[in-house]
C-alpha cells in the first residue's frame, strides 16, 4: 500500500510535540498563489502565518519580492531574506516607530512602508523618519467593515492622505484595505460582500487621485477573499494563511482556493485512560487554543472527539483507542495554523517523504536585532 501523504520514513528522529512542514505541499501552494494572482508583481503575500525566513527566501527565487508583515521582527525578517519590499500592515507607535527607521538604516536595499489612520500615528513616523534621516513609506488604513483599524473612506481620510503626502520624508504610497470581516463559504455571497466593501474604497481611490494624490499601489484583503480581489487588476494582493493552510479555510474553501494543507503537528499517544480514550502529548502549548475544539483534526482519528486539554495533554475519544498503542504517532493539521506555528520555535521540514531538516520559525520573537 502506497504511505500516506503525511507519512515520514525516520519520523522516530523527531522529538514530538512537533511542527512539520511538507515541502512539496508548500511549493504547491506557492505555485497556486502565483496562477491566481497571474503575475508575481501583483502579490504581497502576509508573512505572519509562517514567520520563516527560508519560506520568503523560497518566494524572492519566484520573483516574489514584496511583502506584508505584522511585527517589527517579521519585516527585519523579510528584509534579511532579500524583500525588496516590506510593508508592516500595523500602525507602529511609540518605540516601534523609532524601529521601523532603524530598519530602513540597517537595510538600505529595502523599501520599508508602514500604515496609519490617525495623525498621531503620523507624529511618531515623522519624527523616527527625522531622527534616522530616511524616507518612509506610508499607506492610508481605510476601514472597509471589520472596524478593528482604519479610517471610513470619506472626508477625514482625504484630510489625512494630504498630511501623510506633505509630511517631509513620509513618502504617500497607496492605500491599505484588510476585509477580514469577510469569509462567508459561499464564494457568491463572499463576492457580493467584497465588492460591496470595496466599492467605497474604489471611489475614494478616485477622488484622491482626482485631487492630484497618486494612490500608487491598493493592497487589498486576506486568504478567503484572495480570488474575488485577483480579478480586479488595480489592486495588490495579500493572502497569508494560502502558503500552510489549515482545516479551518480548507473546508471552508475547497472548490475556488484548493490549498493543500501543509504544515502539520506530530503527537505521540502517551496514555490510554480508559477503554476508549487516547492521551496525546499535544496541549494548548501546542496547537492554537482559541477556537473551540476541534482544535487540531488527526488524519489517523479524523472523528475523534476532544474531551479534555491542558497545557501538554489532549485527551481524545474514541472508540478506536483499541487500534492505537502507547508511543504511536498520530499527524494533526490544525484548524487555524497561523497562532499554532508561533508556539513552536522550529519546523521539520519533510522532503519525499523524510525528515530532511530543519526550519527556525525566525520571527517568533518579537524582537530579531532591532
Not at 502506497?2 to 512539496?24: D, G, Q, T
Not at 520599508?112 to 513616523?125: H, K, M, Q, Y
Not at 462567508?184 to 455571497?189: G, K, P, Q
Not at 474531551?307 to 494533526?332: C, D, K, N, P, Y
Request: aromatic letters at 6%; a negative charge.
Amino acid at each position: 500500500m502506497h504511505p500516506a501523504w503525511f507519512h515520514v520514513e525516520n519520523e522516530s528522529e523527531i522529538p514530538s510535540p512537533a511542527l512539520l512542514f511538507y515541502r512539496s505541499r508548500i511549493e504547491h501552494n506557492l505555485q497556486l498563489m502565483l496562477k491566481i494572482a497571474g503575475d508575481a508583481n501583483r502579490l504581497r503575500p502576509h508573512v505572519k502565518t509562517h514567520k520563516c525566513a527560508e519560506l520568503i527566501e523560497r518566494q524572492v527565487a519566484l520573483s516574489i519580492t514584496k511583502f506584508k508583515a505584522s511585527t517589527i521582527a517579521e519585516s527585519e525578517m523579510c528584509a534579511a531574506a532579500g524583500a525588496s519590499d516590506v510593508l508592516l500592515a500595523m500602525p507602529p507607535v511609540g518605540i516601534n516607530a523609532q524601529r521601523l527607521a532603524e530598519l530602513a538604516v540597517k537595510f538600505p536595499q529595502t523599501s520599508f512602508s508602514t500604515i496609519a489612520d490617525a495623525e498621531e500615528t503620523i507624529r511618531f513616523l515623522a519624527s523616527a523618519a527625522q531622527q534616522h534621516n530616511v524616507t518612509l513609506g506610508v499607506f492610508l488604513e481605510l476601514d472597509c467593515g471589520m472596524s478593528r483599524t482604519g479610517i471610513v473612506p470619506g472626508d477625514e481620510a482625504a484630510i489625512l492622505a494630504h498630511v501623510i503626502h506633505d509630511t517631509p520624508l513620509l513618502q504617500f504610497r497607496g492605500l491599505h484595505a484588510y476585509d477580514g470581516h469577510i469569509h462567508d463559504e459561499s464564494l457568491d455571497v463572499r463576492r457580493e460582500r467584497c465588492d460591496a466593501a470595496f466599492e467605497p474604497v474604489h471611489q475614494f481611490r478616485c477622488r484622491l487621485q482626482g485631487e492630484g494624490l497618486i494612490v500608487k499601489e491598493l493592497v487589498a484583503g486576506g486568504s478567503p477573499t484572495f480570488g474575488i480581489h485577483a480579478g480586479y487588476p488595480d489592486r495588490t494582493l495579500s493572502p497569508g494563511t494560502t502558503v500552510l493552510w489549515d482545516f479551518g479555510y480548507g473546508d471552508k474553501y475547497p472548490v475556488d482556493l484548493p490549498f493543500q494543507p501543509a504544515a502539520v503537528l506530530l503527537a505521540r499517544v502517551i496514555s490510554k485512560p480508559g477503554h476508549n480514550r487516547l492521551t496525546v502529548d499535544l496541549g494548548h502549548k501546542s496547537v492554537a487554543p482559541e477556537n473551540p475544539h476541534p482544535r487540531v483534526r488527526f488524519e489517523e482519528l479524523p472523528d475523534a472527539v476532544a474531551v479534555m486539554q491542558s497545557e501538554e495533554h489532549l485527551v481524545l475519544e474514541t472508540e478506536r483507542a483499541h487500534e492505537f498503542s502507547i508511543g504511536q504517532a498520530l499527524h494533526g493539521i490544525p484548524r487555524h495554523v497561523c497562532p499554532t506555528v508561533s508556539m513552536h520555535g522550529e519546523a521539520c521540514v519533510i522532503e519525499a517523504g523524510k525528515f530532511t531538516q530543519r526550519w527556525p520559525i525566525t520571527a517568533r520573537n518579537r524582537r530579531i536585532t532591532v
